[in-house]
């Protein structure tokens, strides 16, 4: 069965310091997410990525965010400086079509110290 | 802005009983809401999911009852194993939009 692919599961990085978390979605959905959960808390909502460009995006993803398909199959998050309030688990989540299931990967876990 | 509240927080069971997981909301726009378990480490992995169009769906020991009136859906999982232990998220829609948005999560212990 196909499945959401992530690496790396684990990343520790020093504050101010850039991190590229790496994705590759199921091959024939066309849309892509990133989502984050702070350790014990409710899964939310970053951004949604379709025709190579950003289709949505909540008030997390600020300037320090960005998101890229390089390629035809992997889906980049970059947080350009990093915070200590960065720390979580980042999931990425892909779709056949708008509103659609959204299957998830298993996640990145993001330390900043 | 709280658009998904999920109730209880923790829910301890026998094995062999029902789980009930309760969820409300607010904007009349959602019309797809999945349920998602999340074993520890790992991503939300979807379980069932229901349309406002029915009042009940049933997969296996799982089942989505909707009350639309109401604005509430609830998860039921009869005879709970030790094996659904788990954290449990509701989830909601709309036609059109990219973000899920989640409940705060139901921790679920099923106790041999």
């Known amino acids: 069965e196909p499945e959401v692919t992530q690496t790396p599961s684990h990343q520790v990085t020093q504050m101010g310091q850039e991190v590229i978390l790496r994705c590759v979605p199921i091959s024939n959905h066309l849309y892509f997410y990133w989502y984050r959960q702070i350790l014990g808390q409710k899964v939310e909502f970053l951004v949604s990525?379709?025709?190579?460009?950003?289709?949505?995006k909540s008030e997390i993803f600020d300037d320090q965010f960005s998101v890229e398909r390089p390629d035809g199959s992997n889906f980049t998050l970059k947080i350009r400086s990093t915070k200590l309030e960065d720390s979580a688990m980042y999931f990425c989540?892909?779709?056949?079509?708008?509103?659609?299931?959204?299957?998830f990967g298993p996640g990145t876990r993001l330390t900043v110290l | 802005q709280q658009q998904v509240k999920q109730s209880p927080q923790s829910l301890i069971v026998q094995k062999g009983g029902i789980s009930i997981i309760n969820c409300a909301y607010e904007?009349?726009?959602?019309?797809?809401f999945p349920w998602y378990q999340q074993f520890p480490g790992k991503g939300p992995a979807l379980l069932i999911a229901?349309?406002?169009?029915?009042s009940e769906k049933k997969e296996g020991r799982f089942t989505i009852s909707f009350n639309k009136s109401a604005k509430q859906f609830s998860l039921h999982i009869m005879d709970s194993q030790p094996g659904d232990s788990a954290t449990y998220f509701c989830?909601?829609?709309?036609?059109?939009?990219?973000?899920?948005?989640f409940g705060t999560g139901t921790r679920l212990t099923v106790i041999p």
């Open positions: 990525f379709y025709n190579n460009e950003i289709s949505e």
């Open positions: 904007n009349t726009a959602f019309d797809y």
């Open positions: 229901i349309r406002p169009d029915v």
């Open positions: 989540a892909s779709g056949q079509g708008v509103a659609d299931t959204q299957y």
């Open positions: 989830a909601a829609i709309s036609t059109g939009a990219n973000n899920l948005f």
